[in-house]
């Protein structure tokens, strides 16, 4: 049974509703429900649209607003919703808004208080994070990468000392230029994971360090070819052993009066160190 508040009701009201991003399997009966019933449907690619609306039988007219035209159209929807018509935005693939249209006019139904409700769904960013074996406590969408190298390379810089995930668009004729200006600045070591042609047939979700991911995809044209999605793993400091001689110093001070473990406990406290790496360094070094 369909939930009545998953379909429109009597407020005029801006929907954004997620599309597939490529299996069509993927749509909610929400958004179904909602592409249905409202009284216009503002896309992106109202050609590409209208093959989804095809598939399952929508006949709601379209209405096309992309990045070359929000800002002129976005006023002529606002009014259409402000004289009682219902909308639903949509991109060609995902969630609108999300390095998509739709910005604009979201921004202007608020200012005119207008209602907006947004649908969960398909969103390639999520999707790649989920599988990626990255860091997913903490992560930032970065849109698409620049098209030209110095940008590209300026962006990597920003990110290079960032400690949390890092994820990007990627087209596949810059796929490998992306990739060599990402290796420039972050090196060979730095994780990353690339997810292409998501829920599609050729799904291909993998990570490994930058410099063989670098390779893997320059030796296979196959990975060459569809969107792709880059995740960075976040800036880690290198582990070091080493123990710092004013530390040393110090446990060698305090075993002469109180036992190993708890003299390794209190410079672990002192200096913010692991008291575990310190006591073993005494047994190695000092006499007990």
Request: proline share 6%.
């Amino acid at each position: 049974m369909t939930d009545s508040k998953t379909i429109p009701n009597d407020l005029p009201t801006l929907y954004i509703v997620p599309t597939p991003i490529g299996n069509l399997a993927d749509i909610t009966q929400r958004a179904i429900d909602v592409l249905s019933s409202v009284d216009l449907i503002a896309a992106e690619d109202t050609r590409h649209t209208g093959k989804l609306l095809s598939h399952f039988g929508i006949n709601t007219k379209t209405y096309p607003l992309h990045d070359h035209n929000e800002q002129q159209k976005a006023q002529a929807l606002v009014e259409k919703l402000q004289q009682g018509m219902s909308i639903a935005l949509v991109s060609d693939a995902g969630t609108p808004l999300i390095s998509d249209p739709g910005y604009h006019l979201v921004n202007q139904c608020r200012q005119a208080n207008v209602r907006v409700v947004p649908l969960p769904g398909a969103c390639a960013v999520i999707t790649a994070l989920s599988a990626s074996a990255l860091p997913s406590d903490r992560f930032s969408f970065e849109g698409f990468l620049p098209a030209k190298s110095k940008g590209r390379k300026d962006k990597f810089l920003e990110i290079a000392k960032v400690e949390r995930t890092c994820i990007f668009y990627e087209s596949p004729h810059r796929i490998l230029d992306s990739l060599d200006d990402m290796l420039a600045i972050l090196g060979p070591e730095r994780e990353v994971a690339i997810a292409r042609e998501l829920t599609k047939t050729f799904e291909t979700i993998r990570n490994m360090p930058l410099g063989e991911l670098v390779e893997w995809v320059r030796s296979d044209e196959n990975q060459q070819r569809g969107e792709m999605v880059l995740l960075v793993h976040g800036f880690r400091e290198e582990a070091s052993d080493e123990i710092p001689d004013e530390v040393t110093r110090s446990l060698s001070i305090l075993v002469k009066e109180l036992p190993l473990k708890k003299a390794a406990a209190m410079c672990a406290e002192i200096y913010n160190l692991k008291k575990n790496a310190l006591y073993k360094w005494g047994l190695e070094n000092l006499d007990n």
